[in-house]
C-alpha cells in the first residue's frame, strides 16, 4: 500500500516569497492534516480536513497560510509570504476517519522548508 | 495544552531498558506514540484508549493512568533500532490531537 506522497522534499526561499506544498494521502483516507514541525519540537496540527471541508484550522496563520482540498484527495498547503520563522518541517498526515482521537494517522515524509 | 514530555533525553546500551513519560493537564481520552527517526516521517508505534488495556509493539509497551492522565513508554531490552525521538499526541474528548516535545532516545553498542 502506497503512503502519504509529499512534494517537493526541500525547499529554498526568501523571506517574502510564495511557496507551496502538495500532498497525496493514502487511497481511501478521509481526514487529511497539515503540520508544523519546527527543529527540536513535536508537530504542531496547521489545518484538518474532512473529506474537502475544513474541520480545524484555529492554528493556521490565516493571514498568510492557505490550504485547500478541492476534490477531497490531494491537497495544496500555501505560504504568501514567507517569514524567517516558517522555516519548519511541513508534515502531512491522513487518517481513514475523522475522529483524530483514536484513528491512526500516517504521516509522509514532510517538506523542509528554509527561509532566508 | 501541550503534553509534557520526560526526559527529554536518553542515552542507552543496548539490552538496557527505559521509560518515558506523557503527562497532561486535561482529562485524556487517548494517548498515541510516534517514533521519528533523524529526516523521516514520524511512524506510529500505538494508540492507547481511556479504559483501555497496556498495549505493546515488539519489546516495546506503554501503559495509561487515567487518574494522573499520563502515559508512559516503556523500551525493554533496547535495540539499536530504537533510536530516534519518541513524541506522545494526546486527545481529550472532542479534540484534536496535541504532540509533547519528543523524547530523544539514543542507544549505543
Known amino acids: 500500500e502506497a503512503g502519504v506522497a509529499q512534494s517537493p522534499r526541500y525547499k529554498i526561499i526568501e523571506k517574502r516569497q510564495s511557496v507551496a506544498f502538495w500532498c497525496n494521502p493514502i487511497s481511501g483516507h478521509a481526514t487529511l492534516y497539515w503540520y508544523q514541525q519546527i527543529l527540536g519540537q513535536g508537530p504542531k496540527l496547521l489545518i484538518q480536513?474532512?473529506?474537502?471541508?475544513?474541520?480545524?484550522d484555529s492554528q493556521l496563520p490565516k493571514d498568510r497560510f492557505s490550504a485547500e482540498r478541492l476534490k477531497g484527495v490531494d491537497s495544496t498547503l500555501k505560504i504568501q509570504p514567507a517569514k524567517l520563522e516558517d522555516s519548519a518541517v511541513y508534515l502531512c498526515?491522513?487518517?481513514?476517519?475523522?475522529?483524530?482521537?483514536?484513528?491512526?494517522?500516517?504521516f509522509g515524509p514532510g517538506t523542509r522548508l528554509l527561509v532566508l | 495544552q501541550q503534553p509534557v514530555q520526560s526526559p527529554q533525553a536518553v542515552i542507552l546500551r543496548e539490552g538496557e531498558d527505559a521509560v518515558i513519560n506523557c503527562s497532561s493537564s486535561k482529562a485524556l481520552y487517548s494517548v498515541h506514540w510516534y517514533r521519528q527517526k533523524h529526516g523521516e516521517a514520524p511512524v506510529f508505534l500505538m494508540i492507547?484508549?481511556?479504559?483501555?488495556e497496556q498495549k505493546g509493539h515488539e519489546k516495546i509497551s506503554a501503559s495509561f493512568n487515567e487518574k494522573k492522565q499520563q502515559s508512559s513508554l516503556y523500551l525493554t531490552a533496547s535495540q539499536l533500532s530504537y533510536s530516534g525521538t519518541y513524541f506522545c499526541?494526546?486527545?481529550?474528548?472532542?479534540?484534536?490531537?496535541?504532540f509533547g516535545g519528543g523524547t530523544r532516545v539514543l542507544v549505543k553498542p
Open positions: 499526541g494526546t486527545a481529550a474528548a472532542g479534540n484534536k490531537l496535541t
Open positions: 480536513f474532512q473529506n474537502n471541508g475544513v474541520v480545524d
Open positions: 492507547l484508549l481511556k479504559g483501555g
Open positions: 498526515a491522513s487518517s481513514l476517519d475523522s475522529s483524530g482521537m483514536v484513528e491512526t494517522q500516517y
